[in-house]
């Protein structure tokens, strides 16, 4: 069950994301009423956890109506309480993402979201996501559904690929180049490094955009087996930045540093 839950979380999330789904009107009602309810059981240990879904809850949200049967989170709920508990936080931070979409007033998110290799030319303020990629799990789906559920107003810049095409003998030097570009068109770069990889490239790419000054917002994992060097590294060459332990803590950071206006050429 637990990869069933990660299985149906994700696609549908990626879906939410790319604009293939939005929830019904009624799905959508009990999936705000559900991201309240988790955002206030469990007392302050359950907001730290990033809210907690009860049975209760679940149950309540899937009671019956003539429209069920077709609402595709009734799934995602069904196998939630089986599910291991980072497919579980993807499910909260949809939900949450959902609780606030339409307030503020913001394009839908599909229209702000730019996945390599996908070129962008705007002028609104942007938030590159670095950090690893290969070896470690989709924190950028997690990072893109928390900024929404905070009402940033940032275009995303993600370097992680739906489907990366191992097979062609381009697609690296393609990445890398778009990568590259990206990173230096951002507004904010926020790093994340999550604990299952030690991820050499996105260390390199903090090195050199701490060094150009960029505006950061850093975290790792506890459990990262190389924080201790990113703290020391930052405390030495950017003591003004901060380094969270938490990807929320991090993805508010984002957003706290995003200029008001692009002064971009």
């Known amino acids: 069950m637990?990869?069933?839950?990660?299985?149906?979380?994700?696609?549908?999330?990626?879906?939410?994301?790319?604009?293939?789904?939005?929830?019904?009107?009624?799905e959508d009602h009990r999936?705000?009423?559900?991201s309240a309810q988790a955002s206030v059981e469990g007392g302050l240990d359950g907001l730290a956890a990033g809210g907690v879904l009860?049975?209760?809850?679940?149950?309540?949200m899937l009671r019956p109506h003539p429209e069920l049967g077709s609402w595709r989170l009734a799934p995602v709920l069904r196998a939630y309480p089986d599910g291991s508990p980072a497919a579980q936080a993807l499910v909260?931070?949809?939900?949450?993402?959902?609780?606030?979409?339409?307030?503020?007033?913001?394009?839908?998110?599909?229209?702000?979201?730019?996945?390599?290799?996908?070129?962008?030319?705007?002028?609104?303020?942007?938030v590159f996501l670095g950090g690893g990629i290969t070896g470690c799990p989709d924190w950028q789906?997690?990072?893109?559904?928390q900024?929404?559920?905070?009402?940033?107003?940032?275009?995303?810049?993600?370097?992680?690929?739906?489907?990366?095409?191992?097979?062609?003998?381009?697609?690296?030097?393609?990445?890398?180049?778009?990568?590259?570009?990206?990173?230096?068109?951002?507004?904010?770069?926020?790093?994340?490094?999550?604990?299952?990889?030690?991820?050499?490239i996105a260390l390199y790419e903090l090195g050199a955009h701490a060094a150009r000054g960029t505006r950061l917002a850093v975290g790792t994992?506890?459990?990262?087996?190389?924080?201790?060097?990113?703290?020391?590294?930052?405390?030495l060459a950017r003591p003004e930045v901060s380094v969270h332990d938490s990807l929320h803590a991090t993805v508010r950071a984002a957003t706290a540093l995003l200029p008001a206006t692009t002064t971009r050429p």
């Open 31 to 34: 999936a705000r009423i559900l």
């Open 147 to 200: 900024l929404d559920a905070i009402g940033s107003p940032a275009v995303v810049l993600n370097p992680r690929r739906a489907s990366f095409p191992l097979g062609e003998p381009d697609a690296t030097r393609e990445q890398t180049t778009w990568e590259y570009q990206h990173l230096r068109l951002a507004d904010v770069i926020l790093f994340w490094f999550c604990a299952e990889a030690i991820q050499p």
């Open 141 to 145: 789906l997690r990072a893109v559904l």
């Open 221 to 235: 994992h506890p459990g990262y087996p190389r924080r201790l060097d990113v703290l020391e590294q930052l405390r």
């Open 92 to 126: 909260r931070d949809l939900l949450d993402a959902i609780a606030v979409t339409g307030f503020p007033l913001l394009p839908p998110r599909s229209l702000r979201y730019i996945e390599s290799p996908a070129p962008y030319d705007g002028t609104a303020p942007s």
């Open 2 to 26: 637990t990869d069933q839950l990660q299985n149906l979380a994700g696609e549908l999330a990626a879906d939410y994301v790319h604009g293939r789904w939005r929830p019904e009107a009624t």
């Open 54 to 60: 009860t049975a209760a809850s679940i149950e309540q």
